[in-house]
Structure formats: C-alpha cells, structure tokens
C-alpha cells in the first residue's frame, strides 16, 4: 500500500504563483509515471500534467508554459510549480502515481490517489 501526502495548496490571487508537493510513502519498489490532476466545482477531474520515470513530461494544453511538473525519485515527491494562475485553475488538486511493490513471490503494479490539495485563485 502506497500512502501519498499532498501540500501546498492555498489561496492565490491572479498572477501568483503556488507549488504543490506530493510525497509518496509505503512499500514500494519503485514509482514509475506521476501525475497531478485538478477537479473544479461541478466538474470532473482533469489531467494537468504527467511526468514518467525518466522526467518526461506531459501537460494539459491550458498549463504548458505555466506549469512544470517535476520529481526527486530519491525523495519520491513530485512537484507542480504553478505561475501565473488564472481563476479558472482553481480546484482541488490530486497527485497520482503508479509504482511496483513486492509481494513474495511476485513483483505487482498499483495505483494510488492523494486526498487532493485545495487551490483557490482570486481574481
């Protein structure tokens, strides 16, 4: 079981700027693709960008060029530095990982979800 501790979030007016942290704990072999997905009220969750293993990266067309996502696989954390946020970003926003685990005698594959993190942007 993989556990994932979101942070960061707040309360931003537009312009600003917030980084999100996502720290993964449990027993895991190793973590492959992360992703950080945001859910607006009324709305369902969205992809905002993913980033595999070996650092590449994959955005949602409305955040290339604001956003970056990044990782230290030493720390299994994975970050979004968010610049220039509009109102419309604002939503509760979720880490996801998918990783390896040990289970004697077999090596499996999971996934999990954080809690989410709330940014709210003002205009």
């Known amino acids: 079981q993989v556990q994932l501790v979101e942070s960061g979030g707040g309360l931003v007016q537009a312009g600003g700027s917030l980084t999100l942290s996502c720290a993964a704990s449990?027993?895991?072999?190793?973590?492959?693709?992360m992703g950080w997905y945001r859910q607006a009220p009324g709305k369902q969750r969205e992809l905002v960008a993913t980033i595999t293993s070996g650092g590449i990266t994959n955005y949602a067309d409305s955040e290339k060029g604001r956003f970056t996502i990044s990782r230290d696989n030493a720390k299994n954390t994975m970050y979004l530095q968010m610049n220039s946020l509009k109102p419309e970003d604002t939503g509760v926003y979720y880490c996801n990982v998918y990783y390896t685990y040990f289970s004697n005698p077999f090596y499996h594959t999971g996934s999990s979800w954080g809690q989410g993190t709330q940014v709210t942007v003002s205009s």
């Open positions: 449990g027993s895991i072999f190793s973590i492959n693709a």
